[in-house]
């Protein structure tokens, strides 16, 4: 097994021997673009992505669930702006085996209506893929 694997598959044994039983867990490494493959066979259920990873490249290289990635700094943008960003976002990841995020944390002086914005576009964004058919739909289970 490769290094990656025995390092990070190890949390989910420890958790396994400790008596649990399958906890879903994200692995979420801050600029690691270049090992989200390595990432996404090391016993996680889901990578998270930072806001520098391109969806079409994810998508290439991850063959489970992905959470992220917009950039945090998003929310800072005037509400159409965000929602052009957001919607954007949503529709290059899909719906399937994706969860909207940021791609990293949120500021303490974030103005909670630019991330109800983000949330409900995210919800009306998905729910329209949805109603169409979501293009990933077939590719990942």
Do not use: E, K, N
């Given at each position: 097994s490769s290094g990656i694997n025995a390092e990070y598959g190890g949390v989910k044994l420890g958790i396994m021997q400790r008596?649990?039983?399958d906890v879903p867990m994200i692995v979420f490494a801050k600029?690691?673009?270049h090992s989200i493959s390595k990432l996404s066979y090391a016993g996680y259920n889901v990578v998270g992505l930072d806001w520098t990873v391109d969806p079409n490249i994810a998508r290439d290289f991850v063959?489970?669930?992905v959470q992220g990635n917009l950039d945090p700094c998003a929310l800072y943008a005037p509400k159409e702006e965000l929602i052009a960003k957001t919607t954007e976002m949503v529709r290059q990841f899909g719906v399937r085996n994706y969860i909207a995020n940021l791609g990293h944390?949120?500021?303490?002086?974030m103005d909670p209506e630019h991330?109800?914005?983000f949330v409900d576009t995210v919800h009306s964004v998905s729910e329209e893929i949805m109603k169409k058919g979501d293009p990933y739909s077939q590719l990942y289970t």
């Open positions: 008596g649990l039983t600029g690691a673009y063959h489970i669930s944390g949120i500021y303490p002086d991330v109800r914005v």
